[in-house]
């Protein structure tokens, strides 16, 4: 190839690349299979609803350079989640929170602390002494680190400069003989908009919340099951957007029909992971964008 063709060559990938990020310069980039987004005043909030199959595990890049993960999946995701978020472009977890000590949740958490930078660790006042979460105490420990009580009243961040508060609104109480009952529920308010997080807590646990529960983003509660979404807590939550955090074909029949009835009685949009995969939403602290169709987290 000669000199002339080679700059030829070099030209044209260039003007290709300007045109790209031109389309996407108040818009979504999207580069392999993870959401790689941009935005003029780069002030953007993305909560990535990753595919673990039945389980939960949400990955937030905050507006102010810091990230979150709420939960980790089963414990043969550990690689697979450090690596999307590597590829986001992110090398510390600054607020790690197991919502509660099902493995469904926190199994593949001490792998992540081992493998992974981080900051602060966050799980209830609820012990138990399966293999997974005494693991999972034994790495948050070799890194000479303390747990922090995730309970109702706790602020994990005040950030007035950028219009950006995370706060735990539950648990209020301690059940020690249904576990989903002690998760913890955060609520993320960034500018005018909000998203709320609430693990696998049931009705009963949600009878207890006192602090607001409004939210634009709903991440639904136990996979979309019955006994986490009464009609009383959906019509106070007022969503938006729903997002369900489920697997594929499950033995569970999550999600059940009676919580998308009342999801789509309220004229929210509703987001899958077993039918859309990976699943981000964005905020620029006004407006809320989806997109959906993402790398699945797979098993290690």
């Known amino acids: 190839m000669t000199g002339l063709k080679i700059k030829r060559l070099i030209c044209a990938v260039a003007l290709c690349l300007a045109a790209i990020f031109t389309l996407s310069s108040c818009d979504s980039l999207f580069i392999f299979d993870i959401p790689r987004l941009y935005y003029p005043n780069g002030k953007t909030l993305v909560s990535h609803y990753l595919d673990v199959g039945q389980g939960d595990s949400i990955f937030i890049e905050l507006p102010n350079g810091e990230t979150m993960l709420i939960d980790s999946g089963e414990n043969y995701h550990g690689a697979s989640i450090i690596k999307y978020i590597e590829d986001c472009g992110r090398d510390k977890i600054d607020y790690l929170v197991g919502t509660h000590p099902h493995s469904d949740h926190i199994g593949s958490m001490a792998y992540i602390v081992r493998n992974f930078d981080i900051g602060s660790v ?37 950030d007035e400069e950028n219009s950006l508060y995370v706060n735990i609104i539950a648990p209020v109480d301690t059940d020690v003989k ?59 939550v007022n969503p ?49 964008d989806v997109k959906s169709g993402f790398r699945t987290m797979e098993r290690e």
């Open 122 to 158: 966050y799980l209830p006042n609820a012990s138990t002494n399966t293999y997974t979460y005494e693991k999972l105490l034994e790495a948050v420990k070799k890194k000479k680190m303390k747990v922090k009580n995730g309970k109702a009243g706790v602020n994990i961040l005040n």
């Open 178 to 236: 249904n576990l989903n009952n002690t998760s913890i529920i955060i609520k993320i308010e960034y500018g005018e908009t909000s998203f709320l997080y609430t693990g696998d807590a049931e009705t009963g646990e949600l009878k207890t919340v006192t602090a607001d529960v409004s939210a634009d983003v709903l991440k639904v509660g136990h996979h979309g099951s019955d006994t986490s979404s009464p009609q009383s807590f959906i019509d106070a």
């Open 240 to 288: 938006k957007i729903a997002v369900i955090s489920v697997g594929e074909d499950n033995d569970y029949g999550h999600p059940s029909s009676k919580t998308l009835k009342r999801l789509e009685n309220k004229g929210c949009e509703i987001y899958r992971t077993d039918e859309l995969q990976t699943i981000a939403v964005t905020s620029d602290g006004i407006n809320l």
